[in-house]
């Protein structure tokens, strides 16, 4: 997956989000307001055509969330979502649903999306129907077309999804996106559950797609040895912040934020320290209906000052990566024995 080439330059971005967004209100007993969580803080990046963007963090981040804003499927609060320089939010029911056969979501669980009444090749079809004008005849040649591109034979049409296997669901899954032809697609832990020979199969098909189809992938991940094989820039995120974005090699080789640091010493290395003797990250993240003042990593952060716990830290460019926070690039993960004696 090393040939991934390296992707245009974001002079003119294919997507721009700019200070996204998204509260969730907590009821209480009668509709009483108990506040809100934050599942977005003011999020924003990037997308150049062609380019692989990961997105990593702790489950409850807000990777799952930003996808699905993205997409229309969830409002955003504040903030501004462009593609193409045209802003996604407010759109009429037909213009929505335009948009929705460029912008595509892939789901974790790829046979969910699959009516298990439905033969594969009835719920390959139906996109085509609800989009196109396409006679039945031309529908069925396309179905086929792209079935075989996803490398499963034009037979599977005939069987239904508790007949095929799951790393088969994905590759059906991702056929049924492409049958509209989106410009991106949104992959939500694409590999999670697969046996590893399964996943660089997978991984080797996104790739392949990629370069057939002219896509841009957003692709949202826990498994950071993967991100670092198909991603060209990777954004970390921490409690609906993106706390950290760079080039994948950059940021894994020389990571500025403390968490970005704690996620990477947590990687297992064949021959190289014990997980435990490296990794420091202790305790849960804030409630995120109650964030602290300050910088929110503040009560897992072996680093933290004074200063963090009074201003929010603002992004910090450093090289090319763009890092939020007070002492980024000026302080390195403690070792065991540090820790030990703090």
Not at 180 to 191: C, F, G, Y
Not at 205 to 227: A, C, E, K, N, P
Request: hydrophobic fraction near 35%; proline fraction near 8%; include cysteine.
């Amino acid at each position: 997956m090393t040939d991934i080439p390296v992707p245009p330059t974001l002079d003119a971005p294919l997507l721009t989000v700019s200070d996204l967004s998204v509260r969730f209100p907590i009821r209480g007993a009668f509709g009483r307001n108990l506040g809100e969580i934050k599942a977005l803080d003011h999020v924003s990046f990037d997308l150049a055509q062609g380019e692989i963007l990961g997105l990593v963090g702790e489950s409850g981040c807000g990777k799952s969330t930003l996808g699905k804003t993205l997409m229309g499927i969830q409002a955003p609060n504040d903030g501004s979502i462009l593609f193409k320089g045209q802003q996604i939010a407010g759109r009429t029911p037909r213009e929505a649903r335009e948009l929705r056969r460029t912008l595509q979501y892939a789901y974790q669980d790829p046979g969910a999306s699959l009516d298990p009444r439905w033969k594969i090749g009835k719920s390959l079809e139906e996109p085509l129907i609800i989009h196109t004008d396409l006679p039945r005849a031309e529908r069925l040649e396309k179905v086929r077309e792209i079935l075989t591109s996803v490398g499963l034979p034009a037979g599977h049409t005939e069987l239904f999804p508790h007949e095929i296997s799951g790393g088969q669901q994905r590759r059906v899954g991702l056929a049924r996106i492409l049958m509209l032809n989106p410009e991106v697609i949104i992959l939500d832990e694409p590999t999670a559950g697969l046996d590893v020979s399964v996943q660089a199969t997978v991984l080797r098909l996104f790739h392949d797609l990629r370069d057939t189809f002219d896509l841009t992938y957003i692709f949202i991940s826990h498994d950071l040895s993967v991100v670092r094989l198909v991603c060209h820039r990777v954004a970390v995120m921490y409690l609906g912040r993106i706390v950290e974005v760079g080039p994948v090699e950059t940021l894994m080789d020389s990571p500025k934020h403390p968490y970005t640091q704690s996620l990477l010493a947590a990687i297992p290395r064949i021959n190289g320290p014990r997980v435990t003797e490296n990794f420091w990250l202790e305790g849960e993240p804030a409630d995120a209906s109650k964030l602290p003042q300050g910088c929110r990593f503040q009560g897992r952060c072996p680093h933290v000052q004074p200063l963090c716990r009074q201003q929010d830290p603002a992004d910090k460019t450093i090289g090319d990566q763009t890092v939020a926070c007070h002492f980024a690039g000026e302080l390195s993960p403690p070792t065991a024995k540090k820790r030990q004696t703090a």
